[in-house]
């Protein structure tokens, strides 16, 4: 009797072993990764912001892992040169300008010649019309008008051509300033992209010159996964595509994402070694890239898993 009950005993402690066996293997298959269709990393567009000035950083205020926004003021590199050199081309235009002839108060007194020519020429006219004045009288009267407009003229045209000469003058010097103002503009270091400070180059008080890297930035609010697949799992994808993307938490424990797929390659290249794709034997494969909202847990670098809907 007892060992009949041994017998049992034993025989449902295998069933059951059976069953945890299966179960876990059903998990483990359900886990594995040929569930996932391709993998791959997280990457961003990474720009990396230069200075456009030559200089001391008299004002450089970043840090890594600091979030900055387009048009945030970063600092600045020492222009002090720069302006001082502006205000001695304004004073050259205000010296310039200051030349330029007043031509009404230049030709006023001409004019008031001429009008007095004109009531003597008119006085002339009636007094001749009496038989007062010989028409000798009235011819000059007439001369008279006529040099005093002349020389209106002449005077007129002498400093309408200086006017000319020193406006000339002038452009080349407000086309300085135009430069001036563009190098002083360059030298605010001001943020162009949206994201997050990857790598600092450079520290305050530091001399820079045009050209010098001062920090990496990139977009971290979505990121990129580059994945790659064979040739026969082309027809499974297209651009615009919805997918499932998979992060690691460690533990067997995963996060997942919505995805789509925004390119894929025209070319085949050869599998890189650190990304294994579902028919790990492939030679040649595409990549593709999924854009992937952030919600502050993917990093770029990090590993994650795509499945194809």
């Given at each position: 009797m007892n060992s009949e009950k041994s017998f049992t005993g034993l025989a449902s402690i295998k069933r059951l072993t059976v069953l945890i066996t299966v179960a876990a293997a059903l998990t483990s298959c359900h886990n594995s990764d040929d569930d996932w269709d391709a993998a791959g990393a997280f990457e961003s567009v990474e720009t990396i912001i230069s200075t456009e000035a030559n200089g001391t950083l008299m004002e450089f205020n970043i840090e890594e892992g600091q979030t900055k926004k387009v048009g945030d003021w970063i600092g600045y590199v020492d222009s002090a040169q720069l302006y001082f050199h502006k205000k001695q081309l304004e004073a050259q235009i205000v010296s310039t300008i200051s030349q330029v002839p007043n031509i009404p108060v230049q030709v006023a007194s001409l004019y008031a010649q001429l009008s007095d020519a004109e009531i003597n020429q008119k006085r002339m006219e009636r007094l001749l019309k009496a038989d007062a004045a010989t028409q000798q009288q009235l011819d000059d009267a007439n001369t008279q008008v006529e040099v005093f407009k002349k020389q209106i003229d002449a005077q007129k045209s002498a400093l309408g051509i200086?006017?000319?000469?020193?406006?000339?003058?002038?452009?080349?010097?407000?086309?300085?300033?135009?430069?001036?103002?563009?190098?002083?503009?360059?030298?605010?270091?001001?943020?162009?992209?949206?994201?997050?400070?990857?790598?600092?180059?450079?520290?305050n008080h530091e001399v820079v010159t045009e050209g010098k890297a001062l920090y990496k930035i990139a977009p971290t609010d979505t990121l990129i996964l580059r994945a790659y697949v064979t040739g026969n799992q082309l027809d499974m994808i297209k651009l615009g595509q919805t997918v499932t993307v998979r992060t690691d938490m460690g533990e067997n424990k995963y996060r997942h994402y919505t995805g789509v797929i925004y390119w894929i390659s025209d070319k085949s290249e050869f599998t890189p070694k650190t990304i294994p794709t579902k028919d790990e034997r492939a030679d040649l494969v595409y990549a593709i890239k999924v854009r992937v909202p952030n919600d502050g847990y993917i990093k770029i670098g990090m590993y994650g898993d795509v499945k194809f809907h």
């Amino acid at each position: 009797m007892n060992s009949e009950k041994s017998f049992t005993g034993l025989a449902s402690i295998k069933r059951l072993t059976v069953l945890i066996t299966v179960a876990a293997a059903l998990t483990s298959c359900h886990n594995s990764d040929d569930d996932w269709d391709a993998a791959g990393a997280f990457e961003s567009v990474e720009t990396i912001i230069s200075t456009e000035a030559n200089g001391t950083l008299m004002e450089f205020n970043i840090e890594e892992g600091q979030t900055k926004k387009v048009g945030d003021w970063i600092g600045y590199v020492d222009s002090a040169q720069l302006y001082f050199h502006k205000k001695q081309l304004e004073a050259q235009i205000v010296s310039t300008i200051s030349q330029v002839p007043n031509i009404p108060v230049q030709v006023a007194s001409l004019y008031a010649q001429l009008s007095d020519a004109e009531i003597n020429q008119k006085r002339m006219e009636r007094l001749l019309k009496a038989d007062a004045a010989t028409q000798q009288q009235l011819d000059d009267a007439n001369t008279q008008v006529e040099v005093f407009k002349k020389q209106i003229d002449a005077q007129k045209s002498a400093l309408g051509i200086t006017t000319a000469t020193l406006e000339k003058e002038v452009a080349p010097l407000q086309r300085q300033i135009d430069q001036v103002d563009d190098q002083l503009q360059k030298c605010k270091i001001i943020n162009p992209v949206n994201g997050t400070v990857l790598t600092k180059y450079a520290e305050n008080h530091e001399v820079v010159t045009e050209g010098k890297a001062l920090y990496k930035i990139a977009p971290t609010d979505t990121l990129i996964l580059r994945a790659y697949v064979t040739g026969n799992q082309l027809d499974m994808i297209k651009l615009g595509q919805t997918v499932t993307v998979r992060t690691d938490m460690g533990e067997n424990k995963y996060r997942h994402y919505t995805g789509v797929i925004y390119w894929i390659s025209d070319k085949s290249e050869f599998t890189p070694k650190t990304i294994p794709t579902k028919d790990e034997r492939a030679d040649l494969v595409y990549a593709i890239k999924v854009r992937v909202p952030n919600d502050g847990y993917i990093k770029i670098g990090m590993y994650g898993d795509v499945k194809f809907h």
